[in-house]
Nanobody, 126 residues
Framework: VQLQASGGGLVQAGGSLRLSCAASGSTFSSYAMGWFRQAPGEEREFVAGITWSGAVTFYADSVKGRFTISRDNAKNTVYLQMNSLKREDTAVYYC????????????????????WGQGTLVTVSS
């Protein structure tokens, strides 16, 4: 399985970006997917997740109401629409495959994600 993230770039605060993650292989539609991010000097943190069908999504509190995760199983692609971007959203964003596929009350831990993309840099300027 290979995951290729794209769509990052430089955007002003308040602006929008859409990230894409294209997956190889025929099992994409069988797995939940997630987005993480890692800011300089910080630990990697969960951003958003989506179940295999797209019926259920889960967001970190920090992005709830601003980011939307979606997927197109026909295109083997998962997306992250990011609106109302803030300087603190600046990070490298990673997509990853989720082995578990369901969500509880807390954000999923990175250990349950088995394949990761290479990351795409998002920089939000003031």
């Amino acid at each position: 399985v290979q995951l290729q993230a794209s769509g990052g770039g430089l955007v002003q605060a308040g602006g929008s970006l859409r990230l894409s993650c294209a997956a190889s292989g025929s099992t994409f539609s069988s797995y939940a997917m997630g987005w993480f991010r890692q800011a300089p000097g910080e630990e990697r943190e969960f951003v958003a997740g989506i179940t295999w069908s797209g019926a259920v999504t889960f967001y970190a509190d920090s992005v709830k109401g601003r980011f939307t995760i979606s997927r197109d199983n026909a295109k083997n692609t998962v997306y992250l629409q990011m609106n109302s971007l803030k300087r603190e959203d600046t990070a490298v964003y990673y997509c990853a495959r989720d082995r578990v596929g369901y969500y509880g009350l807390r954000s999923p831990d990175s250990s349950r994600f088995d394949y990761w993309g290479q990351g795409t840099l998002v920089t939000v300027s003031s």
